[in-house]
C-alpha cells in the first residue's frame, strides 16, 4: 500500500514539473494552439464558442502566417461591438468564414462592413462563424443570436469538412459519454499545458499514421506508379534556403489523375439535409436573406478547377449544391472564379490564395471571396 502511495507521489511530482517546466519555457507549437484555447469556451448546445472580450496574436510555429484574433462583448469576431441600430449583414460558417490565418480587419466578413446600398443606408457586418462548425450547431446558433441581431442578409458558406464535424456533433449529443469526454477534456486542455500536449501528441501520431501510412497503403497502385508523391519524412522536413514567401508563389503541380473530368457524388447525409431546412426555416421567420457560398479549403480544388476539372474535396459541396438548388437557395459557386486568382506575374495560379501548409485562405484569397460577395451583395440590397 505505501509503494502504491510512492508512485502515485512521483506521478503527481512528475505530472507538476513537467507542468511547470512546459509553462516556463512555452515551445513554440505548443504555444501555438495554447494561445488558441485562449479565445474559445465550452458551450453546452453548439459545445465551442468564442470568449467574450478576448483579444490575442497567434503565431504559427512554422512562421506560416500571424493572426490577430479579437472577440467582442458578444461573443463575435470583429473590431467592434454590435450596433443594432444599423442594418447588418451577417456571415456564418466554420473557420474559413471565422478567418483563421488572418487578422481581425482582413477577413472577408469584416471588409463587408460599412457597405452603403444606392440609399446611403450603412450596413454593418457581423462574423457569427466559429471554427470547426457544421450545420447542426449553425442552425442552434442562428436560433439563439439573430433575435438579438438586426440581420437583413446572411451568408452561409458551408464547407467540405461539414461531415466530419457533424458526425462529431451527432455523437456528443446523442451519447452522454461522448459529452462528458468532450467537455472534460476541453475544460482540461484549456488550462494544462501537459494535458494540451498530451492531446495534441495523440492526434498528430494518428494523423501521420493516417496520412502518411494508411492512405498510401490503401492507395498502393497509386503509390507504386506515383511513388515520390507519398514520404514518410517530407512533412517534417524544411526545403533549405527556400522562403515560406516563395513557396506561397509556387504553382500547384497535382499528380496525374487527382484533377477528374466529372465530379463524385457524394451522399449527404439526412441529418446534414435536416440540419439545414432548420436554417432556411430560421432565416424565413426573421425575413432575412439568406445566400449561400460554396468555396473549398485548399488549392486543390481551386486548381483542378482553373484547368476546367473537379477534385474530389468539392464532391460534398457540389453535392449539397444541387440539394440546395432543389429548396430554392440562392447560392453562388465561388469555384466557377476560380479563373481570376492570379499571381504577381499574371498567371492562374491559386497557391497565393491559400496560406502555405494550412490552406486555408491568406488576406489575398480573403480579398477574392469579399470581391465576389460584394457583388452578390449589391445584388441583393441595391
Known sequence: MRKAAYIILLLLLACFLTEFSLRLIQPEALQYY?????????????????????SVRVKHFMDYFTMKVSINKMGLRGIE?????????????????????????????????????SNGIKY?????????????????????QLPLLNVKLLYYLPSPGDDIDELDFQKRTQSKKHYNMFKYQFFMTKNSYLLLALKLSQEQLRYRFLTNVLEPILNIKKTLFSWKDYSFFSEFLMKKNISIQE???????????ECKNTPT???????????????????KKH?????????????????????????????????????????????IDLNEYTHL?????????????????????????????YKLLLNKTREVLP
Not at 513557396?247 to 489523375?257: A, D, I, S, Y
Not at 441529418?271 to 426555416?281: F, K, M, T, V
Request: glycine fraction near 6%.
Open 34 to 54: 495554447w494561445i488558441q484555447k485562449a479565445y474559445h469556451r465550452f458551450d453546452p448546445e453548439y459545445f465551442v464558442d468564442f470568449e467574450p472580450g478576448v
Open 265 to 283: 457524388k457524394f451522399p449527404i447525409p439526412d441529418y446534414i439535409l435536416q440540419s439545414i431546412d432548420a436554417i432556411i426555416d430560421v432565416t
Open 81 to 117: 461591438e454590435v450596433d443594432n441600430t444599423l442594418p447588418q449583414i451577417a456571415c456564418i460558417g466554420d473557420s474559413i468564414t471565422m478567418g483563421f490565418g488572418v487578422d481581425d480587419e482582413d477577413t472577408f466578413c469584416q471588409k463587408l462592413n460599412s457597405y452603403k446600398d
Open 341 to 369: 486568382m492570379l499571381d504577381k506575374e499574371g498567371r492562374r495560379n491559386a497557391r497565393p490564395y491559400y496560406i502555405y501548409g494550412d490552406e486555408h485562405y491568406t488576406k489575398l484569397g480573403h480579398e477574392w471571396i
Open 124 to 144: 454593418q457586418s457581423v462574423n457569427l462563424a466559429v471554427d470547426a462548425y457544421g450545420p447542426s450547431a449553425i442552425a442552434l446558433k442562428l436560433k439563439k
Open 247 to 257: 513557396l506561397q508563389n509556387t504553382p500547384v503541380e497535382l499528380p496525374e489523375g
Open 287 to 331: 425575413k432575412i436573406k439568406l445566400v449561400m457560398p460554396l468555396t473549398s479549403i485548399g488549392n486543390q480544388t481551386a486548381t483542378c478547377s482553373q484547368q476546367g476539372k473537379y477534385h474530389d474535396r468539392y464532391a460534398y459541396l457540389l453535392s449539397l449544391k444541387e440539394e440546395l438548388l432543389k429548396r430554392g437557395v440562392d447560392i
